[in-house]
């Protein structure tokens, strides 16, 4: 089944994020269907990394509605809030392991989004502790299990970070500027574990990025930011360089983001 013919998982309608004079996001309209993997383009300060934020209530919508994993973010009960962020699996730029615990160690704390600290000073049982080795050795590194993270090299710490979100079971993952420490090569490595991901398992994916040849090679549709307004939303094979340089402010910073 084409993934846009499945219901949306994130639903975002006139999304407005503003820190008290100033606007970071106006009007932003977005839909993440299970199996699609979507880009989020925009020059650095276009609102990319707060339009994620507030995906998971860490940052204050002030206008419209955004619907995550069946959680009214706009409007969140008493508690709702960590059953919100236990369902968004998460991925950054910078990893966020634990350097001197083993690789498996910072995968299995991905329990802790819905069990609680408690685990951590309890240990883990021993069917979280499988199914953590079952997805080091789907993002390829089992051998480096029992290593502590520090002594990876960065695609393989990121591959750790992406295997402890797997852990959480999420219901969507939110990937901001995974790759943008790597180097081509691995860069692309990271981006067809995601998509995988986004395909194998029915996960939707967002994935924001600087460097245009990776949205076009990697992903199912674009969302293009500039000053907080999307100015772009279209299928991947609709567009190219010429079509996303409305986002960026200058030829410089249009030049950049086209270099892979």
Known sequence: MDALTRLPLVTVRGLRVAYDETTVLDGVDLDLHPGEMVALLGASGSGKSTLMRSLTGFAPITGGTARVAGHDVTNLRRGELRQLRAGVGQVFQQFNLIPRLS???????????????????????????????????????????????????????????????????????????????????????????????????????LVSLHVLPLALRHTDRIIGLRHGEMLVSAPTGALDADKLSVLYDDEEAHDDDHRA
């Open 103 to 205: 690789v498996l160690t910072n995968v299995l704390t991905g329990t802790l989004h819905s069990a609680g600290p408690i685990n951590l000073v309890g240990g883990f049982r021993s069917e979280h502790r499988k199914r953590a080795m079952e997805l080091l050795d789907r993002v390829g590194i089992a051998h480096k299990a029992k290593d502590p993270a520090r002594s990876l090299s960065g695609g393989q710490q990121q591959r750790v970070a992406i295997a402890r979100a797997l852990m959480q079971q999420p219901r969507v993952i939110l990937a901001d500027e995974p790759v943008a420490s790597l180097d081509p090569k691995l860069a692309d490595s990271v981006l067809e574990l995601l998509r995988d991901i986004a395909t194998r398992d029915g996960i939707p994916v």
